[in-house]
């Protein structure tokens, strides 16, 4: 069975940090490209950040180029995002995505809140 489940969501004032983990089970998670979606209310999901299925190559969105680091763990079938400096406009659902080829599975998505 697939599962693909993040955590380390929460409530964070602006400038703080916090670290989500996107933990995987039921496929090969070392030949899988991941990648960290969110979405806010009422916007479309946008990809944040990706990492390639050795970790060779990481891409990010331009808004949190600077500030987020993703990484995996390949013998613990983890991914996570490093997320520093955080902003108010990063409040959203962050989603963790596996991709190979044409299969594609997600999370269900954790709430991160930047607020004072």
């Known amino acids: 069975q697939v599962r693909v489940v993040e955590s380390g969501g929460g409530l964070v004032q602006p400038g703080g940090s916090l670290r989500l983990s996107c933990a995987a089970s039921?496929?090969?998670?070392?030949?899988?490209?991941m990648r960290w979606y969110r979405q806010a209310p009422g916007k479309e999901r946008e990809l944040v950040a990706a990492?390639?299925?050795?970790?060779?190559?990481?891409t990010y969105a331009d808004s949190v180029k600077g500030r987020f680091t993703i990484f995996r763990g390949n013998a613990k079938n983890t991914v996570y995002l490093q997320m520093n400096s955080l902003k108010r406009e990063d409040t959203a659902v962050y989603y963790c995505?596996?991709?190979?080829?044409?299969?594609?599975?997600w999370g269900q998505g954790t709430q991160v809140t930047v607020s004072s």
């Open positions: 995505n596996a991709n190979h080829l044409s299969e594609d599975y």
């Open positions: 990492i390639t299925s050795a970790g060779v190559t990481t």
């Open positions: 039921g496929f090969t998670f070392s030949i899988y490209a």
